[in-house]
Structure formats: structure tokens, C-alpha cells
């Protein structure tokens, strides 16, 4: 007779691509998840042919337009990360997740890998976007259309990523959809805010405040110290949110 240790969940673990894809589905199957994409798509192509109509011809190259696309996406994805963390309460579904997968801490790295393969899908729509403007610019006669530097391709990447994840921080953190999404969106403006008009916090600010922190990744050079900022602002806005959060899901009693 054989004996095996292995516990009956263990034979029946879904595994940690499955449940991304599963994550993924879930992003676009709720009708909040899915409306905020469409609104991110819509509002990228609103803008780029905003800046082919009235821009000067300068600015209609497809580096220009592909800086004009990170905006709506920065703004809008980290509310994707907060959703697609709260979804789980304000829809009451934590208990069937959790039932079927009872080692949280998977459905929380299947939730975060998600959000950030959206977050990187978003920067190749981005440059979609601004090629197919830039294509509109060249047939209209706009000269030197083409260029795109790689290492603003990178600093896209690392944008959106730590957005996204700031967005999934704080949802892991309050497990509530209204107050993640309001707080996400007024902590950042009221530091800025305190950081300007208070003369003792505008040293902090410049190490914390991300609206500060983060504006040399738009642009392609970031020197070592620009990278210490960064660093220090994504500790304090990201990963001490996803740490706490994750910690605080992991407890957190389900009905």
C-alpha cells in the first residue's frame, strides 16, 4: 500500500498562471473595470487627435503624442489596481475566492502580476496610438514625425507599473472601494499642496511628494540622484501600502 503526505488541496492548487488569467478576466468582466478601459482608450485617441487638429506642427510628432497618451492612463489605471483588490469586498465575492484558493497570498500575487501586465499592455497602446497619429501627421504633411527613444519607453514602463500598484497598495491597505479611490487621488494632492505653501516641507517634498519625484521619468534623462527620489517616494507610497495591505487582507475576516 502506498502512503502519500501530500494533503488533498495541494493535488487541486490552481496554478499561479491560472489564476492571473483568471484576474485578468475579471478586470474586464465587471462593468466598472471594463467602462474605466473603454474611458482610458477613448480619451487616449480623444487627445491625440485633439493635438492633431490644433497643435503646431512641432508638436505632432509621435513623441509628442505618445507623452500626451501617459496621461489619462497614469491618471486612470492605479484606479484598475484599486478595483480589481476591492472588487473582491464591495462585491462580496472574497469568500468564493478564498474558499477556492485558501492560501491568500496567491490570489494577492495573481491580482498584482494582473494589474501590471494591464499596466505594460497600456504602454504598447500608448505607442499604437501615437503611431497611428503620427502616420495621420505624415500624410498631412508634417515633417520629422518618426522617433521614439527607448528610454522613454522605459521610464513609460516604470510609470505605469508603480501607479498601478500604488492604486493596488492602497486598495490592499482599505479594502474599500470609495475610500481607496479617495484617498489615492487626495493624500498625493494634499502633500503637494502642504509641500508647497509650507516652507519647512518643500525639503521632504522634493524626496516624497511622487508629483516631484516622478516628472524627470517624462523625460529621457534621470540622473542617479533623480532615482534616489524615486526611490524613497514609490517606498513610502507603494511599498509600505502593499506590504500593510497585504498583511491586513491576509487577517481580515470574511462574511
Keep these: 500500500m502506498t502512503i502519500t503526505t501530500e494533503r488533498p488541496a495541494d493535488l487541486h492548487r490552481p496554478p499561479l498562471l491560472?489564476?492571473?488569467?483568471?484576474?485578468?478576466?475579471?478586470?474586464v468582466d465587471t462593468r466598472a473595470g471594463a467602462w474605466l478601459l473603454a474611458t482610458i482608450g477613448l480619451l487616449n485617441v480623444a487627445l491625440v487627435a485633439a493635438m492633431l487638429v490644433w497643435a503646431p506642427a512641432a508638436e505632432r510628432t509621435v513623441e509628442a503624442l505618445f507623452y500626451v497618451t501617459l496621461l489619462p492612463i497614469g491618471i486612470l489605471l492605479p484606479v484598475l489596481g484599486i478595483l480589481s483588490i476591492t472588487g473582491e469586498w464591495s462585491q462580496r465575492t472574497a469568500l468564493g475566492t478564498f474558499t477556492?484558493?485558501?492560501?491568500?497570498?496567491?490570489?494577492?500575487?495573481?491580482?498584482?502580476?494582473?494589474?501590471?501586465?494591464?499596466?505594460?499592455?497600456?504602454?504598447?497602446?500608448?505607442?499604437?496610438?501615437?503611431?497611428?497619429?503620427?502616420?495621420?501627421a505624415a500624410a498631412t504633411g508634417t515633417p520629422d514625425v518618426w522617433?521614439?527613444?527607448?528610454?522613454?519607453l522605459w521610464h513609460a514602463v516604470v510609470l505605469q507599473?508603480?501607479?498601478?500598484?500604488?492604486?493596488?497598495?492602497?486598495?490592499?491597505?482599505?479594502?474599500?472601494?470609495?475610500?481607496?479611490?479617495?484617498?489615492y487621488l487626495f493624500l498625493p494632492i494634499l502633500w503637494s499642496t502642504l509641500g508647497a505653501t509650507i516652507p519647512g516641507l518643500r525639503g521632504p517634498a522634493e524626496w516624497l511628494d511622487t508629483t516631484v519625484t516622478m516628472d524627470p521619468l517624462f523625460g529621457t534623462d534621470v540622473d542617479a540622484g533623480q532615482w534616489g527620489r524615486i526611490g524613497v517616494s514609490l517606498l513610502v507610497w507603494m511599498i509600505l501600502p502593499l506590504a500593510a495591505g497585504t498583511l491586513r487582507t491576509l487577517r481580515q475576516e470574511v462574511s
Design 18 to 27: 491560472r489564476l492571473t488569467r483568471v484576474e485578468l478576466r475579471k478586470l
Design 100 to 136: 477556492l484558493v485558501p492560501r491568500r497570498e496567491r490570489v494577492i500575487v495573481a491580482k498584482l502580476a494582473a494589474v501590471v501586465l494591464t499596466a505594460l499592455a497600456s504602454v504598447l497602446v500608448s505607442v499604437a496610438v501615437a503611431v497611428l497619429g503620427g502616420l495621420v
Design 147 to 152: 522617433g521614439l527613444p527607448s528610454l522613454l
Design 161 to 183: 507599473v508603480t501607479g498601478v500598484l500604488m492604486g493596488a497598495g492602497f486598495g490592499l491597505l482599505l479594502l474599500n472601494t470609495p475610500l481607496a479611490i479617495v484617498t
